[in-house]
């Protein structure tokens, strides 16, 4: 599986989106930080509580002048009925056919109750302004996540 180097530019998107745009790309957020984080399943306990938390420290991320953004393969119908269920200030990205998350290296083999399938390993990546990854978090656990990606972002701002 290939995966994005730090320092390389980001692999850039243009998925459809939540939201007044159909669509975002990475290469329309030049010039801004972009927090991508990437995450299994809309409305599940984990994903729920790590977008929660995002939206919680939304303020923070602004005035780091950093853009959040949360991608799953959901389909953006459900993206919709997630992100107002939860007041989420941010969009959310719709990778259906999984291209993003496969050029960003975070599709992996999981096991679950004997069956095994491909999905989401919950990552996040900080893209610096210069449109190259700054830094990233793979296998995420959520407890304080959200906190230690605001210290980077802060950091590069």
Same mark, same amino acid.
């Given at each position: 599986?290939?995966?994005?180097?730090?320092?390389?530019?980001?692999?850039?998107?243009?998925?459809?989106?939540?939201?007044?745009?159909?669509?975002?790309?990475?290469?329309?957020?030049?010039?801004?930080?972009?927090?991508?984080?990437?995450?299994?399943?809309?409305?599940?306990?984990?994903?729920?509580? &790590?977008?929660?938390? #995002?939206?919680?420290?939304?303020?923070?991320? $602004? !005035? @780091?002048?950093?853009?959040?953004?949360? +991608?799953?393969?959901?389909?953006?119908?459900?993206?919709?009925?997630?992100?107002?269920?939860?007041?989420?200030?941010?969009?959310?990205?719709?990778?259906?056919?999984?291209?993003?998350?496969?050029?960003?290296?975070?599709?992996?083999?999981?096991?679950?109750?004997?069956?095994?399938?491909?999905?989401? &390993?919950?990552?996040? #990546?900080?893209?610096?302004?210069?449109?190259? $990854? !700054? @830094?990233?978090?793979?296998?995420?656990? +959520?407890?304080?996540?959200?906190?230690?990606?605001?210290?980077?972002?802060?950091?590069?701002?």
């Amino acid at each position: 599986m290939s995966r994005p180097s730090l320092a390389a530019p980001a692999p850039d998107f243009d998925l459809p989106a939540t939201g007044e745009s159909d669509r975002i790309s990475l290469s329309e957020l030049s010039g801004r930080i972009v927090v991508l984080y990437f995450y299994p399943r809309d409305a599940t306990p984990g994903c729920t509580t &790590e977008s929660q938390d #995002f939206r919680d420290a939304y303020a923070d991320f $602004l !005035a @780091a002048d950093a853009v959040v953004l949360g +991608v799953s393969q959901d389909s953006l119908a459900s993206h919709e009925t997630f992100k107002d269920k939860h007041s989420m200030p941010f969009e959310l990205l719709s990778d259906g056919d999984g291209t993003v998350c496969t050029a960003y290296g975070v599709l992996v083999e999981k096991n679950m109750y004997g069956k095994t399938f491909t999905g989401i &390993e919950r990552s996040t #990546f900080v893209i610096g302004t210069d449109g190259a $990854l !700054a @830094a990233e978090w793979r296998k995420v656990k +959520v407890p304080g996540h959200v906190a230690e990606v605001l210290q980077t972002v802060r950091e590069l701002a």
